[in-house]
Structure formats: structure tokens, C-alpha cells
């Protein structure tokens, strides 16, 4: 062991580039120092990391965080130091035992090291062996010289609609091609990905394309993902200017095929009407064709007044709307939510006002696609009183957007209720793949899951290298429900376990009745994994669906219009927003606010709802990455087996993740990102730093949260 503090810092690029710094990875290096402890909210945070709790909400925190401390002061931060497999290291004290493992560093091998799946070899060693090793038979030891000068392989036309297949006709109507223009003189444009990936990528350590349906062996650049939008050409041919003068090899090519679509005068609301309007047939409830109708989404972005909408915004806001709604026929409508927050601002009052609110905080090619909101508004229609809180930890009224987010998307489900399911996507989200696919893929997924043993296997992260397929975790989680679980039968920790049909079975003083669909049609064992299948989820989330009871989460007693004098409800909750909500879930919803008035956190109040009314939720197992080569077994055991309520990852063991590709307040994610739009990060990347090493970096579909910036330096 006395080697790897040397090795641990070692990059696989470093043969191949003249930058000496490049084996330093700052970012990840704790603001406050090494003394950091995983009960200090404040110290652990990424320069680019949201602050998720404010120095308001920690005046409460304080309270009890130093009974914590004194209860836990024996043992706690002793359990969280106490990791039998990790690393040795002579340095000065890192503040988390998982920095102690190898960087990846295949994320940053650029588009000059494209290799085919049968070629690739992924980097992870998962902590058994030391990356560098990988470069044998890699072709990475090569001189720089003797790299191609521009990617070896060409980039293709990526196209995951089916709706030119022949068993896609034989079910639906066919779909009209739809126009950014009123004359239909520029159809939507495409989009180019590369058909292999560079060599020695990382591979996720939590979800997989395959059990989605996704490709996992293409890989995309700057050029062939926001080219279409307005990257790599300036505004006097209608672009942003962005990309001109970064590291470009081989990008003429996709240009060649896309050309410079001028985006001088978008108006993507009439773009959106006017494909909806082609394709209306295919929505319609009743099928003149007698073939199956297509289901209708709306993809709500939340935004607000005074929000910048930055070059690199525009481009994701772009392809959100080709790529979901103009390519699919309508299929998909983009919203944005636009959440007013000067609430002497009457814009219920006044077109007039409302239209110069609306113009002076949105960009004009958006205009006709925004809805403005406030929250006097939300006072309004969900009327207080609200009583009976439990704990407001938040320290904010119960209309504010912190604490109740979900009454304007209740509000706008009922404002448009022509649509089947519901988005609720966040400003500082991206994705590196094609926004359809993913989305497409997910729903289908979704319809694919069986009810048996949702909640259970939703509270776990899946950890492909440790559980192997999903059909194995599946029964994995089974074996372990009835070992572990059968015997807790405790109402304020999970309700009857495992979890069967609607749970309303604890003492409360009036809910609303569940659906008859959501009854169980035979009892748990009696079911083989029949039931659900082929039903779509009303309910799909990023992050699992965890117990806020077993767990420290600061949030997860802000429960509302409950009889505080009985026990607190069973509920459930995922941390970020970001869901697909289904119409039933989200009436129930705004049924159970403005009728019982309950509410709770906005992350805990859909799952609670699906959980108390029987509705299908799921946590989507998208791929995430992680900057270190964790061991999965310890993966394991911190995220999904924490010793006590103190460590779990969804409170104060929330550090596990900060070096993950999806979480509330990653570091790594908007690093990564930022170095995929070709900045440079801490030092690293960089114009100069691609041009000289191997080229801009070719990422697989990953969604990237938080990005709370995205202009960083280029050179």
C-alpha cells in the first residue's frame, strides 16, 4: 500500500500530453480542508455545487446537530472513517474515505481515441486494480504523433424514431414531417453522434442502457449534438458564435450534412402548433383507422423572472424542442413554467401586463411556449388554511416555491389537461444524448415493470457489477424483502411490508379513496410478476424512492394537514424534482391539496401520493457515473446498507455522491460537462489541452445535474 498515494493520482493521458498538470484534479479537493466532518453541511459543497440548505434553514439544524454530535461522538464519525478496503495515505487527511480511490480519467480521452465496442476495454478496475495498467494493448501508449490527427471513425446521423418501421404503421398512424418555418423550407434538423466510444470510458456504477433499451456503444461530441441548434457558426448566419474557435477536427462533416440552420427569428411556439395541428389525428381519443392512439406529453421547464438564459441554455432549450416535439410529430409539447416572483405583480389581471412580464424575463423564440405563474397566484387557488404541519425545517410559507413547487405544475395539469403525462424537468439539467430516445426509452421501460416488489427494489440503488442484471437484482431483492423486512410491520417506518396495493392502512382523520384499478387483483405471493405489466408508471424519478423515517433527510417531517395528534403518515421520497407524473397522479395530487389539504415537501409529496393511493412509481435506472473507481461492495454498503440513519445518503452521508454524474449537489457533474463544452476546469481541459492531446471529449447519454454554470474559461 505505501505506493498508492503515488499511483493514485496518475492519468492515463499523461503519455500523450506536454500539460504537467493534468495530474491533479482540484475540483475535488474540499473547500474547507481536510478536517471535515460528514455532519458539516457547509463544508463539503463544491464551488459549483448548489447550497441546498440556507443559513436560515440552519439555525434549526444547529439545534440538532449538536445533539447529534454529542449522541453520536462515541461512534458516528468513527463508523463513517472505518472502511476496511480503502487506501492507505501518508498525506494530510481527505475529508471523505471515498477520495482515497483511483480518479477515472477515460471520461477525458478525447475523439481522436474512438474505438469500437469489440476494441473497448473500460477503465474501471473497481478498486482491484490500478487503472494505469490499462493502457497495455490499448493503444494509448502510442506517441501522440502516431494518433490520428481527427476522429477515426465518421459520425452518422443518429435516428431512434421508428416511425418509418413497418410494425410501428401496422399500430399507428403514420407521422407528417414538421418545419421550423411557416413555408417549410427547413425541416427539423438531425443530429450526429459517433458510433463508438473512446477507449478505456468509464463504465456507470449505478443503471444501464441495455436494461433501457438504449445504445451504450455511441459516444457524443459538441459538434454533432448542439451543431443543429447554433453551435460552431456565428450569429450573421443565425448561430450563437460559440465553438468557433475551439478544437474542431473532423467537425466539417456533420455541417456538411446540417449546414447552418439560421435560428435569426424562431418562433417555436407556432413551430410547435404547427406540427401538432399535421399530426392531430394520431392524438385523438377515438381512432377513425381503427389503429392505437399516441399518448401526449407535456415537458414542463420551471424557470423564473430574471433567470439568464446563456448561449449554452439556448442550445439545450433548442434541442429539447426538435428533438421532443418537432421530430415526433407533436408527440411532445415544451413548456416553460415561469414562476413571477414579485408578487405585486397582478398578472391574472391584465393581458397587457401579463404579455410585458412575460417579454421582458424570456427570450423571444420562447415566448409563445412560456406560462407565468406566482406565487400569490398558488394563495389563490389552493386557499389556506393549511394546518396541522409537522415540521417546517424549511422555515418558508406553504406557497412558496421552496416548499411547495408542486402546486404550479397541480395548477398547470389543470390549466392543460389535454395531455396524458407531465414532465417536471429543472433549468440546470443536461443531457449529453438524444432527448427522445432517453425519454421514449424510460416511459417504455416503465410499462415493462411488474408492481410486485416496485417499492422495494425503487429504495435500492442498482449496482450492475455487484447485482449483476436487472432480472437478478429483481429477485435479489425478493429473497432479501422476506428475509429482513417480514417482520417490520411498523406503520411509521414503511407501512405493511412488502408494500401491495394502495397503503392507507394508518390511523388518519380523512384521505380520498384510491382508484379501483389500484387494488390488487391477488395477494402478493399468489402474483408472479404479472400484475402492472404492460401499465403505464404514473410516477418515474432519478433517485430511489427511499424511507424518509430511516434516515436523516432534513426535510422529511415537513408533512402537512395530517392530525398531528396520531402518528406521522408512512411516505416516501426522491431527492431532485425532476419526474415523469403521470395525469391520474398529478389529479389525485391537486384533489388531495385543495380537498383534504395535504401537502408535503415537494420531493416527498408525488411518491407519498402513489404510495397511499397504490399508483405505480418507479426509479428509473439511468446510467450514473462516478469520477472514482469505487468498490462496488463498499458502494453497497454506504448507498444502500448505511449502519445507522446518520450515514444514509439521502442526510448527512449525502457526501457519498457528490462525485457522481446525477445528484442535487454534485461537484463532478458540472465538471465533467463544462469540459465536454470544451472549458477548462481547475486547471484541466481546455482548448489548447484538446488540441494538443487527443481532442474534445465524446461522452455517452448522460443527464448531468446540477449545472449551475457553463462559462468557464476555454484556453
Not at 139 to 164: T, V
Not at 495 to 510: C, E, K, N, R, Y
Request: aromatic share 14%; with cysteine.
Amino acid at each position: 500500500m505505501s505506493g498508492l498515494p503515488r499511483l493514485r493520482g496518475l492519468n492515463p493521458l499523461r503519455l500523450l500530453s506536454t500539460n504537467n498538470n493534468r495530474g491533479r484534479f482540484t475540483y475535488q479537493q474540499v473547500p474547507n480542508g481536510g478536517n471535515a466532518s460528514p455532519f458539516d453541511f457547509q463544508k463539503y459543497s463544491w464551488p459549483s455545487a448548489a447550497r441546498r440548505i440556507s443559513s436560515t434553514k440552519l439555525v434549526a439544524l444547529a439545534i440538532a446537530g449538536i445533539v447529534v454530535v454529542v449522541l453520536l461522538a462515541g461512534g458516528g464519525y468513527r463508523g463513517v472513517q472505518r472502511h476496511h478496503d480503502r487506501p492507505t495515505e501518508d498525506e494530510a487527511p481527505l475529508p471523505f474515505y471515498w477520495q482515497h480511490y483511483y480518479r477515472l480519467n477515460g471520461f477525458y480521452n478525447g475523439v481522436r481515441t474512438l474505438v469500437s465496442a469489440a476494441e473497448y476495454v473500460p477503465e474501471n478496475g473497481y478498486n482491484i486494480s490500478i487503472p494505469p495498467t490499462l493502457e497495455v494493448d490499448s493503444g494509448l501508449e502510442k506517441s501522440m504523433s502516431r494518433l490520428p490527427k481527427e476522429p477515426p471513425i465518421d459520425p452518422i446521423k443518429y435516428d431512434p424514431y421508428p416511425f418509418g418501421d413497418e410494425t410501428y404503421l401496422r399500430d399507428y398512424d403514420q407521422v407528417h414531417q414538421c418545419y421550423l418555418d411557416a413555408e417549410e423550407k427547413t425541416p427539423a434538423p438531425d443530429v450526429y453522434a459517433y458510433p463508438a466510444v473512446p477507449q478505456h470510458m468509464a463504465l456507470p456504477l449505478f443503471g444501464d442502457y441495455k436494461e433501457l433499451g438504449m445504445k451504450e456503444d455511441v459516444c457524443w461530441e459538441r459538434f454533432g449534438r448542439l451543431g443543429a441548434y447554433g453551435y460552431g457558426y456565428g450569429p450573421a448566419e443565425g448561430g450563437t458564435g460559440l465553438g468557433n474557435d475551439s478544437e474542431s477536427a473532423g467537425s466539417e462533416k456533420v455541417f456538411e450534412r446540417v449546414g447552418h440552420v439560421d435560428y435569426r427569428g424562431m418562433d417555436w411556439g407556432a413551430a410547435q402548433r404547427r406540427c401538432y395541428e399535421k399530426n392531430e389525428r394520431r392524438f385523438r381519443e377515438e381512432q377513425p383507422s381503427g389503429k392505437k392512439r399516441v399518448q401526449r406529453h407535456a415537458y414542463v421547464l420551471r424557470t423564473w423572472t430574471g433567470y439568464h438564459y446563456s448561449e449554452q441554455q439556448m442550445l439545450s432549450l433548442r434541442a429539447m424542442i426538435n428533438e421532443l416535439s418537432l421530430k415526433s410529430g407533436g408527440q411532445y409539447d415544451v413548456h416553460l413554467l415561469v414562476h413571477v416572483k414579485d408578487d405585486h405583480i397582478p398578472i391574472w389581471a391584465s393581458k397587457d401586463l401579463y404579455r410585458k412580464t412575460l417579454e421582458e424575463n424570456v427570450p423571444k423564440e420562447f415566448w409563445n411556449i412560456s406560462t407565468l405563474w406566482s406565487e400569490r397566484l398558488m394563495e389563490m387557488y389552493y386557499p389556506e388554511p393549511f394546518p396541522d404541519n409537522f415540521a417546517n425545517m424549511a422555515g418558508a410559507g406553504i406557497h412558496g416555491v421552496y416548499r411547495s413547487a408542486h402546486f404550479a405544475l397541480q395548477w398547470f395539469s389543470q390549466q392543460r389537461p389535454e395531455y396524458d403525462f407531465y414532465w417536471n424537468w429543472e433549468m440546470d439539467l443536461r443531457y449529453t444524448g438524444h432527448y427522445w430516445e432517453f425519454n421514449e426509452k424510460i416511459g417504455d421501460w416503465g410499462r415493462r415493470q411488474p408492481r410486485k416488489g416496485m417499492w422495494e427494489r425503487g429504495r435500492r440503488f442498482w449496482i450492475p457489477e455487484l447485482h449483476g442484471d436487472y432480472s437478478n437484482f429483481t429477485q435479489f431483492v425478493e429473497r432479501e424483502t422476506w428475509e429482513k423486512d417480514v417482520a417490520a410491520n411498523d406503520i411509521e417506518r414503511s407501512g405493511p411490508v412488502p408494500i401491495w396495493g394502495p397503503v392507507q392502512q394508518f390511523p388518519h382523520t380523512g384521505m380520498l379513496s384510491p382508484p379501483n384499478a389500484t387494488i390488487p387483483p391477488s395477494s402478493y405471493d399468489e402474483d408472479e410478476y404479472t400484475w402492472g405489466v404492460g401499465e403505464e408508471a404514473d410516477l418515474l424519478v432519478f433517485n430511489p424512492l427511499f424511507d424518509p423515517s430511516l434516515t436523516n433527510w432534513v426535510f422529511s417531517w415537513d408533512v402537512t394537514g395530517y392530525n398531528r395528534s396520531l402518528p406521522i403518515p408512512p411516505r416516501r421520497a426522491a431527492i431532485i424534482t425532476v419526474a415523469r407524473l403521470s395525469k391520474r397522479l398529478l389529479d389525485t395530487m391537486h384533489r388531495e391539496t385543495w380537498q383534504m389539504r395535504h401537502t408535503m415537501f415537494p420531493e416527498m409529496w408525488p411518491p407519498a401520493v402513489c404510495m397511499h393511493h397504490g399508483l405505480k412509481a418507479l426509479y428509473v435506472p439511468h446510467p450514473v457515473y462516478f469520477d472514482r473507481d469505487w468498490n462496488v461492495a463498499t458502494m453497497d454498503q454506504s448507498l444502500n446498507y448505511p449502519k445507522n440513519i446518520w450515514e444514509s445518503p439521502f442526510g448527512w452521508g449525502e457526501h457519498n455522491l457528490l462525485g457522481s454524474s446525477f445528484y442535487y449537489n454534485s461537484g463532478f457533474s458540472g465538471a465533467l460537462w463544462r469540459r465536454w463544452l470544451g472549458q477548462s476546469e481547475n486547471g484541466e481541459g481546455g482548448g489548447v489541452s484538446e488540441r494538443e492531446g487527443s481532442g474534445r471529449l465524446c461522452l455517452r447519454g448522460t443527464l448531468h445535474h446540477p449545472i449551475k454554470h457553463e462559462n468557464g474559461p476555454t484556453e
